[in-house]
Structure formats: structure tokens, C-alpha cells
């Protein structure tokens, strides 16, 4: 026999406190009816208790011993159950070239991609996860598992393995080899996530990102390194000029734009890349067999309840030994036993709700830690009742609201996810409005943005919900004005910018004039907000600008003074 809340056996200790009280009792009367009754014989008063009342004693204190059995969950013997696991089917495809060695971001790209992958892996737990690596080619490191476990050793490895994949990088090959991985897979929600800093040697990588659009599979993209760049390591200067690696971050946003639901995020963001597919539709992924305790206190509750129907019934001085002329029931009068065991029986039915659900018990003691300011306590109450009832969206919500408090912001998020979804529209408009205040600290203002607008929609008398959605789409303006006004660069003490060995090159110049002349009349057309198209267009010129400019430090170039700081 095992226990599932085994801290209600404390209660155990009620049955002695509850047969000492009843042999109380019974002294008492006894010695109220010698002080009452002095013509009463002497044998009778030094008679021992009546032992109808002691058999109606003896019921109550084992009813009470078996309450607090029940009340702890008792379980015997098990049972094999079939357990479905729910989910998307999701593979990383992970860029190991050259490239990716790069310290233009600490202490590499390879390494920050890695870190965030695994964290991703992580937050995936539940969906079928693959892994794909490439360079020049691509490999399949692992197929599509729910066992995240084997899966977080081979995402460490990666920086190790790059000998098994050619120089170079083919992004197209990598995507396509990804989208071969999820060919079988009858999931409602595919996903491939893309974790490169954009540098594609073949040029087919919008062909097989159009490619995967057409099959439904989502794509979502995370771009590591820098606009200004660095150099490659170990790779040979050209005409002793270093080579300089830059990430190809417009290439990336037009490769998940080309899928409805696609989505492009930095890299120190790849992991949030999470919150987004465990939004999405979920699929049975496979079917686990567990073997499961059998709880049995209802055995002990029914029991329970029994000796108290007993002992209601029974009279004080035994059964008549002949039946009246009418034929009736015989009840004992209402006096303080019959109050207790009324009592006693309801305990019995609140009993039997508690044990239905401990899931509802843990809420309760989170909110109460919640109400006195202990949310690290009120954080634990909530996991476990999620715990004990996954499918029991309360648990995850309030554990969102726990870790808002806490300042856990990315934890907040992918448990209020995890929420979804709520049959209410009034809970689930609250859900989604407590998501869009986690995504503003966390500075992700597009995220937050959707989450208060389908608040709004489930709810659209909620004033907050107007302000707050207000109120991001202003930040919103003012960072896109703040990032597409040009910046104040410093110049040369003559004002040209200097080619290596300190020659002018008037082709260069000329063609970097021209291209800011065109950046410029792309931002200045467009309106408060840029289409994607514009949007596109602007990050494409802003590339091929900085293309055209020298390695900062290296080549001793500051700029000149009319270089849009982008």
C-alpha cells in the first residue's frame, strides 16, 4: 500500500483524541446520574458502561481512523494505462561552417547558436524534435524523438562535428534536407528552425524556403553575428585583406516571411522561438504505456460511512425484542450524537471531493502563499498541481502570474502558454493579457503587441487592454523612427575615406554615395509603419552597404560624414 498525499495520515492521531473525549463523556453521565439519581441501587451505579454505547463509541473513533486513511489516498495494487503524447514535429537545422567561428558575438556564433539551441531543445519538451547540421552539406544528427535527453548531448557536440560536413554553406541544402526529415510526419504543425548567420555559397536558399511554404511547414529563422562583421578565423587573407564574415540578416527575414506564419528573431532570441510553437496546434505523437497506482479510498470512505449509518441507527439500550404493534422505524432522537455523526458523514462526502482532485487542493494553498506575498512558495504549489493534473489549465496560469512576480519573464511566458487552451473567452482574453505584459519586459514588443490586440478581441470592453495595445503600437513607432534616422560618425581629417594603403577609390565611393541616396529616399517615402515590402527593400540596400565598407579597426576606416549609422 503506498499513499498519494501521505500528510493527511497526521490525522490519525483524531481517532485516540476522539476515543478518549467519547470515555469522557461517559464517566460524565455516569457520574451526573449518581449525583441525580440517589435511589438508584447501588449495583447499578458501580455497573460497567453500557456496552451498546461503547459498540456505538468503538464506530465512531474506527470511522474517524478510517476518514483519515481515505483522506490520504490510498493506493493498492496498479494498472497499465495509455498515455498520448501531444504535440508538433520540429526540426533545428544548425549552422557548424566556418563562418560560425566568428567572435563578432561572445564568445562565438557557433557557441551563442549552440546555447540557445539547447535551451530551445529544452522548452520543447512534449513535441518531436530532430536535429540537421550543415556547412557546404548537410547531416541529419538526429531524427524526429521525444526524448530530449540524447538529443541536448548531440546539440553539444555540434562545434565537434564539423568535420562531418563539407566547407562552405548551403542553406538551401540544409532546408531541404530538414523538410526530408519531416516527410512522413502526419503532424497538424511542422516546423523547421533555422539557426545561421545568413551566409548561403549556393544562392538557392529562398527556393527551398518557398519549397517548404508549399508543403505547410512553418519556418522560423534566428540570425547570428553583426552588420559591421569581423573577420574569419584561420581563413587566408586575399590580397592581404582579411576576410570578413557579416550576417546576411535580410536573407533570413525574407526566408521566414516566405511562410504565412513565419518568423525571424535575433539570435540572443532563438530560444523564445519556444513560446511561438507551443502556441501552435498540437498532433498525438505516440503512445506511451505507464503503469499507474490504483487508488482505493473509496474502500475506506465507504467503510467509513457504513459504521456511521450504524451507529446512527442504533439505539442506546439495545434492539426491542419484540416488534411493536405498528410497524415503524426505529430512530433515535436528535441529541449531540446524532449532530456528530451528521458531521462526521458530511466530512465523509467533503472527503471524497478532496481526494477527487488534489490538483484543486494545491491551487488553493499557491493562492493563499500568492495573497501573503510568498510567491516562491505559491510558484511550487502551482507546479505540482500541474504536476498531478497536466490537462488543468489553472495550475499554468497562475504559475505564469508566480513567475511575473518573481521577475522570471521567460519562464512567465512559456507558462501562460502552456495555458491554452481556455474555453472561457473572458479567462482566456485575462491569459492572453497577462502574456502581452510578460513580453513588454521583455522588450518584445511585436509579440506583445498580438497578444493585447487578441485579448481585445475575446474581450473588447477591457480598457486596460485598449491602453497597453495603444501604448506598445507608440513604442513601436518610436523604435522603428529611432532605428531609420541616420547617426553622427566621425571623419577622416580630410573627410575621404581612405581604400587600404591609404588610396581613395572613387568607383567605391561613388557606389556607396548612390546607395545611401537610395536608403535614404526608401526611408523618407515610407509611412509611420513599413510594409514588409518596404521593410525588405531597406534591410536589403542597408546590406549591400555595408558590404561595400571595410572591416572597422582592421583597415583604419571611421567613415564619412554623411554615413547613416546603421
Not at 449495583?43 to 459498540?55: E, H, K, S, T
Request: glycine share 6%.
Amino acid at each position: 500500500m503506498s499513499f498519494e498525499s501521505p500528510g493527511y495520515l497526521a490525522l490519525v492521531v483524531l481517532a485516540p483524541v476522539v476515543a478518549l473525549a467519547l470515555l469522557a463523556l461517559m464517566r460524565w453521565r455516569r457520574d451526573a446520574a449518581a449525583r441525580f439519581a440517589p435511589a438508584r441501587p447501588a449495583r447499578d451505579l458501580g455497573a460497567p458502561p453500557n456496552p451498546i454505547r461503547m459498540l456505538k463509541a468503538a464506530l465512531i473513533v474506527l470511522a474517524v481512523l478510517l476518514l483519515a486513511i481515505s483522506l490520504a489516498r490510498p493506493s493498492i495494487g496498479e494498472e497499465h494505462a495509455v498515455v498520448e503524447q501531444e504535440g508538433a514535429d520540429v526540426v533545428v537545422v544548425l549552422d557548424v561552417s566556418r563562418s560560425m567561428l566568428a567572435e563578432d558575438v561572445t564568445p562565438t556564433r557557433l557557441a551563442r547558436a549552440v546555447e540557445q539551441t539547447s535551451l530551445l531543445v529544452e522548452r520543447l519538451r512534449g513535441h518531436r524534435v530532430g536535429l540537421v547540421i550543415f556547412a557546404g552539406t548537410a547531416l541529419v544528427r538526429s531524427p524526429l524523438t521525444t526524448d530530449t535527453t540524447p538529443l541536448l548531448a548531440v546539440v553539444a557536440a555540434a562545434a565537434e562535428d564539423q568535420a562531418l560536413v563539407e566547407p562552405g554553406s548551403d542553406i538551401g541544402d540544409a532546408v531541404r534536407t530538414a523538410m526530408r526529415v519531416l516527410q512522413g510526419s502526419d503532424a497538424e504543425s511542422r516546423v523547421i528552425v533555422l539557426a545561421s548567420d545568413g551566409e548561403d555559397h549556393e544562392g538557392d536558399a529562398m527556393a527551398a524556403a518557398n519549397a517548404a511554404a508549399g508543403q505547410g511547414i512553418l519556418l522560423y529563422t534566428s540570425g547570428f553575428g553583426t552588420l559591421a562583421g569581423t573577420a574569419v578565423p584561420d581563413e587566408e587573407p586575399i590580397d592581404g585583406v582579411p576576410v570578413v564574415t557579416r550576417i546576411n540578416e535580410n536573407l533570413l527575414r525574407r526566408m521566414a516571411v516566405a511562410s504565412p506564419a513565419g518568423r525571424y528573431v535575433a539570435g540572443d532570441q532563438l530560444a523564445e522561438q519556444a513560446t511561438e510553437i507551443n502556441s501552435l496546434q498540437r498532433s498525438s505523437l505516440a503512445e506511451e504505456r505507464q503503469v499507474l497506482p490504483i487508488e482505493r479510498f473509496q474502500w475506506f470512505a465507504l467503510v467509513a460511512l457504513a459504521l456511521l449509518v450504524v451507529e446512527l441507527l442504533m439505539p442506546e439500550r439495545g434492539w426491542p425484542l419484540r416488534l411493536p404493534r405498528r410497524w415503524r422505524l426505529h430512530l433515535p432522537r436528535p441529541g449531540p450524537q446524532l449532530v456528530s455523526s451528521v458531521v462526521l458523514f458530511s466530512l465523509v462526502l467533503v472527503a471524497g471531493a478532496a481526494c477527487s482532485s488534489a490538483a484543486a487542493d494545491l491551487i488553493a494553498d499557491g493562492t493563499d502563499a500568492y495573497e501573503r506575498g510568498d510567491y516562491a512558495e505559491a510558484l511550487e504549489a502551482f507546479r505540482r498541481a500541474a504536476a498531478d493534473d497536466p490537462a488543468r489549465p489553472e495550475p499554468h496560469y497562475n504559475a505564469g502570474i508566480a513567475l511575473h512576480q518573481l521577475e522570471e519573464y521567460e519562464l512567465a511566458v512559456s507558462q501562460t502558454v502552456r495555458s491554452f487552451p481556455i474555453d472561457d473567452p473572458r479567462d482566456a482574453a485575462h491569459a492572453y493579457y497577462n502574456l502581452g505584459s510578460h513580453y513588454v519586459l521583455l522588450g518584445q514588443l511585436d509579440d506583445a503587441f498580438s497578444a493585447f490586440r487578441q485579448s481585445l478581441l475575446l474581450d473588447p470592453n477591457d480598457r486596460d487592454a485598449k491602453y497597453n495595445l495603444e501604448l506598445v503600437r507608440q513604442l513601436m513607432i518610436e523604435q522603428a523612427t529611432a532605428a531609420g534616422s541616420p547617426g553622427d560618425e566621425q571623419t577622416d581629417a580630410d573627410g575621404d575615406p581612405e581604400e587600404p594603403g591609404g588610396e581613395t577609390s572613387a568607383g567605391v565611393e561613388a557606389q556607396q554615395s548612390a546607395l545611401r541616396q537610395e536608403l535614404r529616399a526608401a526611408l523618407g517615402g515610407a509611412e509611420d509603419e513599413l510594409t514588409i515590402a518596404e521593410a525588405l527593400k531597406a534591410l536589403e540596400l542597408a546590406q549591400e552597404l555595408n558590404s561595400t565598407l571595410p572591416l572597422a579597426g582592421q583597415l583604419g576606416r571611421r567613415g564619412s560624414p554623411d554615413s547613416p549609422d546603421y
